[in-house]
């Protein structure tokens, strides 16, 4: 066994991942989703700012959630496969200032989950997992050499990354 690649998602891009790499985005109101398709050992994960664009984007890349979805299913060259052999986590979409009123516009934290579930749902990918919302960040990392997700939450003092559940969650296995 290899030593793992730590990969950094950083705000609006999108990574594929394989082999020995360990791909992860540290979340706040931004919208993290994962695509694993362990048939084939490929992994991917979108760090997402915002929900909509105000135009169609044709450019790959994640700065909006419906940029990030069709970036992810290209990279992956996953437009004509079985969707239903990848599976999505999503995770983050965290109030991070819960004390100012919202704007206008809603939070947008929860804008940016509710379009990444919207969104992943139209695709037929089933989602095997959802962390999000709350006053709290959140890590979300994809070990792809043992096919597994962890999210951790961030606590709201400030507090280091501490895992909710078992450090790994291996996917189609009870924790």
């Known amino acids: ?57 044709l450019a790959i890349g994640a700065k909006y959630v419906t940029q990030a979805v069709p970036s992810l299913l290209a990279l992956m060259k996953a437009d004509g496969a079985r969707r239903s052999e990848i599976e999505a986590v999503i995770a983050g979409g965290g109030n991070m200032m819960p004390h100012q009123p919202p704007a206008k516009h809603g939070l947008i934290g929860v804008a940016n989950a509710k379009m990444a579930q919207a969104l992943i749902t139209e695709t037929g990918i089933p989602i095997v997992h959802v962390e999000v919302g709350g006053e709290v960040g959140r890590q979300l990392m994809i070990d792809c050499a043992h096919h597994a997700f962890v999210v951790r939450t961030i606590g709201s003092n400030g507090g280091a990354a501490m895992p909710r559940r078992p450090a790994l969650r291996l996917v189609g296995r009870e924790s």
């Open 1 to 57: 066994m290899g030593q793992s690649h730590d990969i950094q998602v950083l705000m609006g891009e999108v990574r594929i991942g394989r082999g020995e790499d360990v791909l992860r985005a540290t979340l706040g109101s931004c919208v993290g989703i994962a695509l694993m398709w362990r048939a084939r050992g490929l992994y991917g994960l979108a760090h997402c700012l915002l929900p909509e664009a105000p135009q169609p984007m």
